[in-house]
């Protein structure tokens, strides 16, 4: 066999284990070394290839960004911010049409720009958001699918692990990608907000049947400032910091965590135990992510040896698709993946492939992301997989809404980000703009 074909083998046999339950860096990492000594016929060379590939992730100064953010993120949890911007807004819209559906869609848009997690915004406003529409008479698929849509912004809006992982696999700065992440992340929640409000006077069924806004105390000044200021001040010491350029990624991962931190002791969220917990899984992540990007630069060390990149652009000009067929192709391939594989196993193993293409389009691979991310991302919402919908599920201890209702109640908002999608790719500015 030829070296690409053997990587194009390589390619299936990585999405087929990853599919039968094999840990994602084992299956990029094992196939890869074997292939790398399959097209070699030489172990010696695989074990440079490892070797080389361990050493540039361990040594790579933007890695920091990965445990800085992670534990913030997870102070910000524990100090229950999620929880107070999810009242502020409550308050503020649930007389209005679809009104606690809006206030979920904001503030797990203020959420995500403090943890950068879908999954951590999924469990948190299950428990919070759901129980109170099912009160107040919302139709349960909207209910849970409100939260699972709107989940999904954890991983676009910055600071986000994905965003971080796609960085290292395309050698972009992390610090443009959490820019680039911006617009994009605003542009979808204000679909989804257009959409709930659209969808509730058109069709008033779809929200749910004798809505009743319950009577509330409105929030003193006092109380909503203590709610906001918190979560607003860490959204500008660390977003503000990276856009005017007073802080790098990292030290904004820091001076994000540091805050998170003194929040959570000012607020009494947190005591010893706590704290040691936090360090314990901040460790496991970071291990596991850092296991992540050092297997997938492996994997794309061994399909640039493979020159299978090259062989994927010599057939797509051979058939001289333009940029609408490549990217065509490009959508409908994550769409697929979606379905079967997790966001970063979908980013790891397509971004090798395509990225010299794009690039050899002209096309800026800080939008490439932006495109990627988004793409993979609306695979969390969609069976079988849908892990966004399967941490709802678990999240939730209400035998009356099964796993169906939560897919077909998430179904609206990954058509909504598909929207989204294909307009960012008309106007790659709406993602890159604000890079100058």
């Known amino acids: ?17 990853v599919y039968l339950g094999v840990y994602i860096p084992i299956a990029l990492g094992l196939v890869s070394f074997i292939s790398i000594w399959i097209i070699s016929g030489k172990a010696i060379l695989a074990f440079n290839f490892l070797k080389i590939a361990v050493i540039d992730g361990v040594t790579e100064y933007a890695f920091a960004t990965i445990p800085l953010f992670t534990v913030m993120g997870l102070l910000v949890s524990r100090a229950g911010l999620g929880t107070d911007i999810y009242t502020v807004l409550n308050r503020a819209f649930r007389l209005l049409t679809g009104g606690v559906g809006v206030a979920t869609v904001g503030a797990n848009a203020v959420f995500a720009a403090v943890t950068g997690s879908s999954i951590a915004s999924a469990s948190v406003f299950t428990r919070i958001a759901v129980p109170e529409m099912k009160n107040l008479n919302y ?15 954890g991983m676009i809006i910055p600071p986000s692990a994905m965003l971080i992982i796609y960085s290292f696999v395309s050698e972009q700065s992390v610090g443009e990608m959490f820019l680039a ?53 860490l959204i500008v010491l660390v977003l503000g910091g990276i856009y005017t350029g007073w802080l790098t990624p990292v030290e904004a991962g820091a001076a994000g965590a540091l805050a998170a931190l003194l929040i959570a002791l000012l607020r009494r969220r947190i005591d010893w135990r706590g704290l040691w917990a936090v360090a314990i899984e901040t460790g496991h992540i970071t291990a596991s992510i850092l296991f992540l990007i050092a297997m997938a630069s492996l994997y794309s060390r061994m ?11 010599a057939v797509l000009q051979t058939y001289q698709l333009g940029f609408i067929e490549v990217m065509v192709i490009y959508v409908l391939l994550m769409l697929f993946l979606g379905t079967i594989l997790d966001t970063a196993s979908i980013i790891l193993i ?5 990225i010299s293409l794009v690039e050899g389009m002209g096309m800026s691979l800080i939008w490439f992301g932006i495109i990627t991310v988004i793409g993979a991302e609306i695979g969390l919402l969609t069976p079988p997989l849908g ?10 201890n209400d035998p009356s809404i099964t796993l169906k209702d939560v897919f077909m109640g998430a179904l609206p908002f990954a058509f909504i980000m598909l929207l989204v999608l294909i307009l960012l790719i008309a106007y790659p500015s709406l993602s890159i703009g604000i890079l100058g």
């Open 303 to 313: 399909l640039g040896y493979a020159a299978l990149p090259n062989e994927l652009d």
């Open 350 to 354: 397509v971004v090798p492939l395509f």
């Open 181 to 233: 992440g911006i617009v994009p992340g605003l542009i979808l929640t204000a679909a989804y907000i257009a959409w709930i409000f659209v969808a509730g006077r058109l069709h008033p069924p779809y929200l749910g049947k004798n809505i009743d806004a319950a009577d509330t105390e409105p929030l003193t000044i006092s109380e909503i400032l203590d709610k906001t200021v918190p979560v607003t001040g």
């Open 139 to 153: 139709n349960k698929r909207f209910a849970v699918g409100v939260v699972a849509g709107s989940s999904v912004l």
């Open 387 to 396: 892990i966004s919908c399967f941490v709802i599920k678990a999240s939730l």
């Open 1 to 17: 066999m030829t070296p690409v074909e053997i990587g194009a083998i390589s390619v299936v046999a990585i999405v087929v284990l």
